[in-house]
C-alpha cells in the first residue's frame, strides 16, 4: 500500500508538472529544450521636485498612494512669484510704450512748433542781413566806424548759423525716429515679454504633479519648509510597465531574440507570468551578484530587458525572479 501511495504521489507530481510544462510552452515544440535564465524585476524611481524654491504650502499626498498623469502633489506659496510676474508684466508696458513711440514718431504739434521756430530764425536772419549790408555801405563813408560793421556781420552770420540749425532740427523731427533707435526699442521689448514669460513659468512651476502613474515611496519634505529648486521633495516608483532584467550567457545568445515570448516566476508565489524580449544588450558584462545562476559569476553574460505583460501587486520591483524560455530558438537575423 505504501508502494502504491508512493506512485500515486509521484504521478500527480507529474501530472502537475506537466500541465505547468504545457502551460508555459515548454514542450510545445516537441524537443523540451527550454532555456532557465535568471534576474530581478527592474528597480525604476524617479525624483520629483520643483524647479522653483520657495515655501511648501501644501502637500494633500503622502506615503503609499498611488498618483497618476497629472495629478498634483503639493503647491508652494504662490505671493512671491505672482508678485514677480505683475513686475515682469510692468516691464513689458513701459518697454511697448517705448516701442510705440519709436514707430509713431514725433507728434504733429512738435513738428509745427519747430516749423515755427524756423520761420522765426528766418526773420532775424533777414534783419541780422539787412543791418549787415547798411553797416557795409555806411563804413565807406565813415558814417559808422568799421567796429559797428564787424558787428553787424558777426550778427549777421550767427543768424544764419541758427536758421540752419533750426531747419535742421526741423528736417529731424519730419523724419522721425531712426531705424537704429526702433530696433533698440524693439529689442527692449522682447526682453521684457521673455522675462514677462520667465515670470510666468516659474508660478506654474509652483504646482508640482506627477508625470507618470506610480506609487509614493518617500515623502521628503512637510508643509511649511523652505525647498531650494531641485531638492527632492518625493520619491515615486514606477511600476508600469513591468520591466524584468535577466541574463543570458554567451553560448545561449543565439536562442534568444526580441519579440520572444518567455514567462516568468518567483519565489513568492506560484504564478506564471508571460513576457516579451523587448531588448538585448550588444555588449557583453560580467554576471552581477545580485543574480543567482548555476554559472559561475566571471563569466560574461548579456543583459536582456523583458516586457511583463499581465503584471500583479505580487510582482515588486527588486525581486530576484526566474525567466523560461520555452523551446528556445535562435531569432529570423541570428
Do not use: C
Amino acid at each position: 500500500m505504501k508502494k502504491v501511495a508512493i506512485i500515486m504521489l509521484l504521478l500527480v507530481a507529474a501530472i502537475g508538472a506537466a500541465g505547468w510544462a504545457f502551460k508555459t510552452g515548454v514542450f510545445r515544440n516537441g524537443d523540451g529544450d527550454a532555456l532557465t535564465l535568471y534576474g530581478n524585476v527592474d528597480v525604476r524611481t524617479v525624483d520629483v521636485a520643483f524647479r522653483v524654491g520657495g515655501r511648501i504650502a501644501e502637500m494633500p499626498i503622502d506615503e503609499g498612494a498611488r498618483v497618476t498623469p497629472g495629478e498634483v502633489l503639493a503647491r508652494l506659496d504662490p505671493v512671491p512669484l505672482q508678485q514677480a510676474l505683475a513686475a515682469a508684466k510692468a516691464e513689458v508696458a513701459v518697454a511697448q510704450a517705448a516701442h510705440d513711440k519709436s514707430l509713431a514718431g514725433n507728434r504733429p504739434q512738435e513738428i509745427a512748433q519747430a516749423a515755427a521756430l524756423v520761420d522765426q530764425r528766418k526773420a532775424t536772419a533777414k534783419q541780422a542781413e539787412l543791418t549787415f549790408s547798411r553797416a557795409s555801405r555806411l563804413v565807406r563813408t565813415n558814417a559808422v566806424s568799421q567796429a559797428e560793421a564787424d558787428s553787424a556781420e558777426a550778427s549777421y552770420r550767427e543768424a544764419e548759423a541758427l536758421l540752419a540749425s533750426a531747419e535742421e532740427a526741423l528736417s529731424l523731427m519730419k523724419a522721425g525716429s531712426r531705424a537704429e533707435d526702433i530696433a533698440a526699442t524693439e529689442a527692449s521689448l522682447a526682453a521684457a515679454l521673455a522675462a514677462q514669460d520667465q515670470a510666468q513659468t516659474a508660478l506654474d512651476d509652483a504646482v508640482l504633479t506627477a508625470v507618470q502613474e506610480g506609487f509614493v515611496m518617500t515623502r521628503a519634505r512637510e508643509p511649511g519648509e523652505i525647498v531650494a529648486a531641485g531638492g527632492t521633495v518625493f520619491t515615486i516608483a514606477i511600476d508600469r510597465p513591468v520591466r524584468v532584467r535577466a541574463y543570458v550567457s554567451e553560448p545561449d545568445l543565439g536562442r534568444v531574440h526580441p519579440g520572444a515570448t518567455v514567462y516568468v516566476t518567483t519565489d513568492s508565489t506560484d504564478h506564471v507570468y508571460s513576457g516579451t524580449i523587448g531588448f538585448i544588450s550588444p555588449t557583453a558584462e560580467f554576471t552581477p551578484k545580485s543574480v543567482q545562476t548555476p554559472s559561475l559569476r566571471t563569466d560574461l553574460v548579456f543583459r536582456m530587458r523583458i516586457i511583463v505583460s499581465d503584471p500583479d501587486m505580487a510582482l515588486r520591483q527588486g525581486m530576484p525572479v526566474t525567466v523560461t524560455v520555452p523551446a528556445a530558438e535562435a531569432g529570423p537575423d541570428a
